[in-house]
């Protein structure tokens, strides 16, 4: 496979990214990273907190709802009720789904397509 020049200084660029970019990324996408000391952050490397960067950038595609079969989506800086465990996808709060969403202390759910 050939590789451009562009996509190869991409990569240089990329590589340069450290984890105060990637912090600023996920604070902007409605993340907290944790705190500033190395011992307490959430994300202890680059990739664990570009994948969630990365995951929360496709949670705020369209989704269908498990209760109504509607699509929706959550909107950047929206704040749903409960989201995924596994991919960080908001809930849609609907007639069908209330009461079944994050009623239960310490339950964790599942969007339609993580189960």
């Not at 907290?32 to 496709?58: C, H, M, V």
Request: hydrophobic share 30%; charged share 25%.
């Amino acid at each position: 496979a050939v590789v451009s020049t562009q996509s190869t200084g991409n990569l240089k660029l990329i590589r340069t990214f450290d984890c105060r970019h990637l912090e600023a990324a996920a604070t902007f996408l409605g993340g907290d990273p944790g705190s500033k000391s190395e011992k307490t952050k959430r994300y202890q490397n680059r990739t664990t907190l570009a994948d969630w960067i990365i995951l929360r950038f496709e949670s705020l595609f369209p989704c269908v709802c498990e209760g109504c079969e509607k699509q929706y989506r959550v909107r950047l800086g929206g704040n749903p009720a409960v989201r995924c465990y596994l991919c960080d996808q908001g809930s849609h709060v609907c007639k069908e789904m209330s009461g079944t969403v994050g009623t239960k202390p310490g339950s964790t759910w599942l969007c339609k397509p993580c189960k």
